[in-house]
């Protein structure tokens, strides 16, 4: 049989689907009771997949039953409730539909002409985000795969504008001899927006890196006058701690000023959307961009960042795609609002979510989040461990007695299986990142987990 008439026959007599689904659901029952972080069995058993690429066609069926067998048992349990690593969210079960849904339109979502209904569903998040954040009217968004890409976006819009400003049409006249751009960022900034001030060739050393207090928020004494040739970089949730820059207190002066700010607020730009939380962001509509994920505190499903701007010329122009094969409609063309052209239709996931929640289930869902890092904080405080951040959003930051024992209860907590979250550094020593992401998390998987890391300490002081 040829090849084509076999993926007919495949789609036909469903059989690589079912099974599929089969495995999905023994998946998903069994999340609770799987090793948080695949044991070194699991690990050792990707072997399997170090092989020359095969000569002949493989059947379908043994190409799934292959990845379940091997790739399920050696996955993070990130849609379980006791994964606390890196700020990564869990999946509203009806995004998964959802994706099973889509994934049989395989929708390219770069154009209207591609995908009629990305293009609709991307115009409605738009309208939803700006409305749940208050943004100003004239915000437009753009879908991209995470903050590293919405931030990369945001500040092309900024290079583009701040040239501009200076008489400079950075697109036509590219960087050699451009007028200076000012990049002022305070310390704590996160990773991905240095990396993407060194992607555009702004140069780390260029940079006007300000001081940080003690949450890692900035200091609105240490900022700079400021003009219309600033780029002024804050920050909505501390990686570390949760911490918000104080908007309200720089955010005005900066707009009078003609500077631009971008906000990098990942995950934190949900607590905008919280009755009891929306103190944190305030002053945030202030800003000229703002970069937030879908997969970290909504649990969309991977991939799912976007980008929202203010300054729509901006962000269109300087992301700009001419061909001409390229047709535009009257319609939403998405691609003009990324860097992307073929995408995936990543909107229909975040429209599912937003659609599903609504407005009082989204704060229901993202404060939930709130109280059971409140709750991990006080339980670990109790249990004596140092509690070293604020708790106001999802992150805990926590330490113990001396870097060894922090470093070997991390361990130890890692090694349980029962929970997993990371290390980091804060303040030049080795601390405990936890972050409660998921929606899944329940108050008992909070005590479980209090309870792991009290053994664990346990057991390092008594060794
Ligand atoms: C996760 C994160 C990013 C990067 O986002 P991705 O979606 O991983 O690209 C940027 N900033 C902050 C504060 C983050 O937490």
Not at 234 to 255: H, R, S, W
Not at 334 to 339: H, K
Not at 439 to 450: G, H, R
Request: hydrophobic share 40%; glycine share 10%; proline share 4%.
């Amino acid at each position: 049989m040829s090849i084509q008439n076999k993926m007919f026959q495949e789609l036909k007599d469903k059989t690589i689907f079912e099974q599929a689904r089969k495995n999905a659901y023994a998946y998903s029952d069994g999340i609770a009771d799987m090793d948080v972080f695949p044991s070194d069995e699991n690990i050792e058993n990707l072997k399997a997949f170090e092989e020359p690429l095969n000569d002949e066609p493989t059947d379908a069926l043994d190409v799934i039953n292959m990845l379940n067998q091997y790739g399920g048992p050696a996955t993070t349990a990130q849609t379980g409730g006791r994964f606390f690593g890196f700020v990564d969210g869990g999946a509203v079960p009806v995004s998964i539909a959802t994706k099973w849904l889509t994934d049989f339109w395989d929708q390219c979502g770069g154009l209207y002409l591609t995908s009629p209904i990305n293009s609709k569903l991307e115009s409605v998040c738009e309208a939803w985000l700006k409305d749940i954040f208050g943004l100003p009217d004239e915000t437009v968004a753009g879908f991209v795969s995470g903050t590293s890409m919405a931030n990369l976006s945001a500040l092309c819009a900024a290079r583009y504008r701040l040239l501009k400003n200076q008489g400079w049409d950075i697109n036509k006249q590219g960087l050699n001899g451009a007028p200076p751009i000012r990049i002022i960022a305070h310390k704590q900034v996160h990773s991905s927006v240095k990396k993407t001030l060194v992607m555009l060739g702004f140069g780390s050393d260029n940079i006007e890196w300000l001081e940080a207090d003690k949450q890692g928020r900035a200091i609105p004494e240490t900022i700079p006058a400021l003009d219309n040739t600033c780029l002024l970089l804050l920050q909505a949730g501390n990686v570390n701690t949760g911490g918000y820059d104080p908007f309200m207190e720089i955010c005005p002066a900066a707009k009078k000023a003609g500077a631009w700010v971008h906000i990098d607020g990942a995950f934190g730009l949900w607590a905008g959307a919280c009755k009891s939380l929306k103190h944190l962001t305030a002053g945030m509509e202030l800003a000229q961009s703002w970069a937030v994920d879908g997969h970290k505190t909504l649990n969309t499903p991977y991939d799912c960042g976007i980008i929202m701007c203010a300054d729509p010329e901006a962000l269109v122009t300087s992301l700009q795609a001419n061909a001409d094969y390229i047709i535009y409609t009257d319609q939403r063309e998405p691609l003009l609002y990324g860097p992307e052209m073929s995408k995936r239709s990543r909107a229909l996931e975040l429209w599912s979510v937003m659609k599903y929640l609504g407005k009082r289930g989204i704060d229901e869902m993202v404060t939930g989040l709130h109280i059971n890092a409140k709750r991990m904080g006080a339980g670990l405080k109790d249990a004596g461990f140092e509690l070293i951040n604020e708790v106001v959003f999802n992150q805990v930051l926590i330490k113990c007695s001396s870097s060894e024992i922090t470093k070997s209860v991390l361990e130890g907590v890692q090694q349980s299986g029962k929970a997993w979250c990371g290390g980091s550094m804060w303040q030049g020593e080795p601390v405990i990142r936890i972050s409660v992401c998921s929606w899944a998390t329940s108050a008992e998987d909070v005590d479980i987990t209090i309870g792991l890391f009290a053994k664990a300490k346990q057991d390092v002081m008594s060794f």
